[in-house]
């Protein structure tokens, strides 16, 4: 309680100054100015302004999946995010991915070729640690977030748990803050808590489009991973849903215009024209299972 106190001045007293709550627990030297010396851009034009200027750099950044179904989009853009911050890293080195075993076992484990093809990692630049419980994943987070021989910390927690409250989420974002590297939580199937996370990104899959080749879309083909991500919290409070996809030439995500898929739309008809009938089939949608029989 004292500590919730605490955050809960920390936040009014930013708002009578004008400025931002992060700000206030960092000297005056180290505070942002916007550069990209504190933030990682994503490139995705909308979303690194909403963000102002781009993910921290050295911070703990949350992405959540609000279903099970959800693991693999959050689980790739955390990815994605980690590729990108070992790429722009003045010394590429290892990502250290932490499970805990029920994650693996609804979610899945890293596939290589998925990792080489999707992200451009190879495997042995990803190093993996499965913990039998929440608080032994959470030992090894805060063990790898001082290490400086690691270009990202990604821990990967299922559900809520006691153990994961603001004091454990605040040492944390203080290891990866001293250490200068991104420490991004993946919360599964698990609604938004307290944290002392300044970002919070709510991820969900979007429809793939068609690979673009020099003489445009190629037809029935499966294009880069896409993702609807939401900004549930960020330095600037402004809010915003955008679809994105990854690009892993070019490490950089961009944004899908609303309304486009890359793909053709579904032309209405399931079967072609029975013999003996005068009508054309019925057009797809969800209530045609529903139908009650005549």
Same mark, same amino acid.
């Given at each position: 309680?004292?500590?919730?106190? /605490?955050?809960?001045?920390?936040?009014?007293?930013? !708002? @009578?100054?004008?400025?931002?709550?992060?700000?206030?627990?960092?000297?005056?030297?180290?505070?942002?100015?916007?550069?990209?010396?504190?933030?990682?851009?994503?490139?995705?034009?909308?979303?690194?302004?909403?963000?102002?200027?781009?993910?921290?750099?050295?911070?703990?950044?949350? @992405?959540?999946?609000?279903?099970?179904?959800?693991?693999?989009?959050?689980?790739?853009?955390?990815?994605?995010?980690?590729?990108?911050?070992?790429?722009?890293?003045?010394?590429?080195?290892?990502?250290?991915?932490?499970?805990?075993?029920?994650?693996?076992?609804?979610?899945?484990?890293?596939?290589?070729?998925?990792?080489?093809?999707?992200?451009?990692?190879?495997?042995?630049?990803?190093?993996?640690?499965?913990?039998?419980?929440?608080?032994?994943?959470?030992?090894?987070?805060?063990?790898?977030?001082?290490?400086?021989?690691?270009?990202?910390?990604?821990?990967?927690?299922?559900?809520?748990?006691? !153990?994961?409250?603001?004091?454990?989420?605040?040492?944390?974002?203080? +290891?990866? %803050?001293?250490?200068?590297?991104?420490?991004?939580?993946?919360?599964?199937?698990?609604?938004?808590?307290?944290?002392?996370?300044?970002?919070?990104? @709510?991820?969900?899959?979007?429809?793939?489009?068609? %690979?673009?080749?020099? /003489?445009?879309?190629?037809?029935?083909?499966?294009?880069?991973?896409? /993702?609807?991500?939401?900004?549930?919290?960020?330095?600037?409070?402004?809010?915003?849903?955008?679809?994105?996809?990854?690009?892993?030439?070019?490490?950089?995500?961009?944004? !899908?215009?609303?309304?486009?898929?890359?793909?053709?739309?579904?032309?209405?008809?399931?079967?072609?024209?029975?013999?003996? +009938?005068?009508?054309?089939?019925?057009?797809?949608?969800?209530?045609?299972?529903?139908?009650?029989?005549?």
């Amino acid at each position: 309680m004292a500590r919730e106190t /605490f955050f809960a001045l920390r936040q009014e007293i930013a !708002r @009578i100054e004008g400025t931002l709550p992060e700000r206030l627990e960092l000297p005056a030297d180290k505070v942002g100015d916007g550069s990209d010396r504190h933030f990682l851009p994503t490139r995705a034009v909308r979303l690194d302004a909403v963000l102002g200027g781009g993910l921290p750099r050295a911070a703990l950044t949350e @992405i959540h999946g609000r279903q099970s179904r959800d693991a693999g989009s959050v689980a790739g853009f955390a990815l994605a995010l980690a590729a990108l911050a070992r790429k722009q890293a003045a010394a590429p080195s290892p990502i250290l991915w932490i499970s805990t075993g029920e994650v693996l076992h609804e979610g899945g484990q890293p596939y290589a070729p998925g990792l080489l093809h999707r992200f451009a990692l190879q495997p042995s630049d990803l190093l993996l640690a499965s913990a039998r419980k929440t608080e032994d994943a959470l030992w090894i987070a805060e063990e790898a977030a001082g290490l400086s021989a690691l270009s990202a910390v990604l821990l990967e927690v299922r559900g809520t748990s006691a !153990r994961l409250d603001l004091t454990a989420t605040r040492r944390l974002h203080h +290891r990866t %803050r001293a250490t200068g590297r991104p420490l991004y939580l993946l919360r599964q199937s698990a609604a938004p808590e307290p944290t002392a996370a300044p970002v919070r990104l @709510i991820v969900s899959p979007a429809p793939a489009g068609e %690979r673009h080749t020099l /003489f445009g879309p190629l037809a029935g083909s499966l294009g880069p991973p896409a /993702f609807t991500v939401t900004v549930s919290r960020s330095r600037t409070s402004i809010p915003a849903t955008l679809t994105l996809e990854w690009n892993r030439d070019e490490h950089s995500f961009r944004e !899908r215009q609303a309304g486009s898929t890359g793909r053709a739309q579904d032309s209405g008809a399931v079967v072609s024209l029975s013999s003996g +009938r005068t009508h054309s089939a019925g057009s797809s949608g969800p209530g045609m299972a529903q139908r009650k029989r005549a």
